[in-house]
């Protein structure tokens, strides 16, 4: 089954830029990041230009972190092969009909930078029963589809990677019908189509899905009959924003940071200082973490993602419903100010209580870290009419902050089981041989617990509980 379709040129990375914008979607998709878009990009294929076009949204630090990637590289080509041979279908065929061509020999179509990448990455395309150009097609598809999991780890745990796998598979691409379908779509809405690289989608007039990852996410899941909601992965604080806190640091002698991590969110504030510029926040004396044993145990790993120096205070309680955080943060920040020569503060807490911290230090200056939804009116309505600058730690980019979420869980996994099992194998094998009374030589323990102790296999049940199993014959 052949194609019937003329080859339509490649349109200057000019032509490609996304529509207008009305300020209403400019307001929107205001202060975007662009990590997703650019990963994406990479892999469907958008050529190394657009990337290299500061005014696009592709990042080229994303492609010369992925062009180290294998696995990346591999879809990237097989990926840039496909589009070349569905935009140039009835050329390369023609060729390969009345020419005996192999697409090998076409590098006018089918790009052999590409080619000579995925056989240098040890990937194979053309088959010897390949004698249409639409089977070329279906056995780029096989191996997009069988390898477009090892690309998964590249995108946030956050990102539903169901919806992302199913832009790079072809629907019934595996036919020779599925592939006409497919081709018949991509020629009659190329411009539509992402840089003209194709993709599974619905053609819509989108504009330029890969603008940012705030425009892109929402439609991705819009595509799916889903919700987008959590913007704060996809964004990051505008320039007002840094700017005055680079301001305030700058104009200070000597600042410290003050945390009530009682009130505040670890993921959150981890966000926000790898989005602050470290330049400007190395001017930071120390954050002191003051604590409580009721708080998030992941206040205790803060200091590993962070390059300013972290004192952790932990609070112990008097009366158990009773917390001391708040007397102890004032009582510090006083003898800081007044000991150690502090000027300025950053001050990481929604409670209003630390209102009587400020206004008891008349000289020293006051920056506030808040959260949305955990600081009343009240206290903004003091900040700023005492002159106070304060932001939302929320509104900081917290898409790169899966590192400390997983530190957290995986520092609890631990505590957890080591408060939880306590196994000794030496032990249990010797207690197994006094209760069943059965001697053995040295040699034979030692074969013994090569041959089932230490080969023991744990599994999972499906409700979760861990099975401890020795590997045993069938007779045995």
Not at 55 to 74: C, F, G, S, V
Not at 114 to 135: A, E
Not at 456 to 469: A, T
């Amino acid at each position: 089954m052949d194609h019937h379709y003329t080859a339509i040129p490649e349109r200057d990375s000019k032509d490609m830029i996304s529509a207008d914008f009305s300020d209403e979607e400019k307001a929107t998709y205001k202060d975007s990041t662009y990590e997703i878009v650019s990963k994406v990009a990479y892999l469907i294929g958008v050529p190394l230009r657009i990337f290299e076009n500061e005014h696009e949204a592709p990042k080229m630090e994303i492609y010369a972190r992925l062009e180290q990637d294998k696995t990346a590289r591999i879809i990237r080509h097989l990926c840039i092969i496909r589009t070349s041979i569905e935009r140039n279908f009835k050329n390369i065929n023609e060729k390969m009909r009345m020419e005996y061509r192999t697409i090998l020999s076409m590098p006018e179509y089918i790009p052999a930078e590409s080619l000579n990448q995925l056989n240098t990455d040890g990937v194979n395309f053309i088959k010897k029963s390949s004698t249409k150009l639409c089977h070329h097609i279906i056995e780029l598809n096989r191996l997009i589809s069988d390898r477009i999991n090892n690309c998964k780890r590249l995108f946030p745990l956050w990102i539903n990677w169901d919806y992302i796998k199913e832009l790079f598979i072809m629907p019934d691409g595996l036919k020779e019908d599925g592939t006409k379908t497919a081709a018949d779509v991509y020629y009659a809405n190329l411009s539509l189509y992402p840089y003209q690289m194709y993709i599974n989608w619905i053609p819509q007039e989108e504009g330029n899905i890969l603008y940012n990852d705030k425009k892109f996410v929402s439609l991705l899941y819009q595509w799916h009959n889903d919700y987008f909601s959590e913007y704060s992965k996809v964004s990051d604080a505008g320039s007002y924003i840094k700017g005055s806190i680079y301001e305030f640091i700058e104009s200070s002698e000597k600042v410290v940071v003050v945390v009530d991590c009682e009130n505040s969110d670890p993921y959150k504030l981890c966000a926000t200082l790898k989005n602050l510029d470290y330049q400007y926040t190395k001017k930071i004396a120390t954050i002191i973490l003051f604590d409580d044993v009721h708080t998030a145990s992941a206040w205790s790993i803060l200091e590993n993602f962070t390059k300013i120096p972290v004192e952790h205070m932990m609070i112990e309680r008097v009366k158990s419903n009773k917390s001391l955080v708040d007397i102890k943060l004032t009582a510090r920040a006083c003898q800081e100010h007044y000991r150690n020569n502090v000027d300025s503060f950053i001050i990481v807490s929604s409670d209003s209580d630390y209102w009587g911290l400020i206004s008891s230090l008349p000289d020293a200056r006051f920056l506030v870290m808040i959260e949305h939804e955990n600081c009343g009116p009240d206290l903004k309505n003091a900040l700023v009419n005492a002159g106070i600058f304060y932001c939302y730690i929320d509104d900081f980019y917290s898409g790169n902050t899966e590192d400390i979420k997983l530190g957290a869980l995986f520092k609890e996994m631990y505590r957890y089981i080591d408060s939880a099992v306590r196994l000794n194998v030496n032990e249990m094998f010797a207690e197994a041989l006094r209760s069943t009374r059965i001697e053995m030589s040295d040699a034979e323990k030692k074969q013994f617990m090569a041959q089932y102790i230490k080969t023991m296999q744990m599994r999972i049940s499906d409700v979760g509980d861990v099975i401890l199993e020795f590997k045993r014959k069938a007779n045995a």
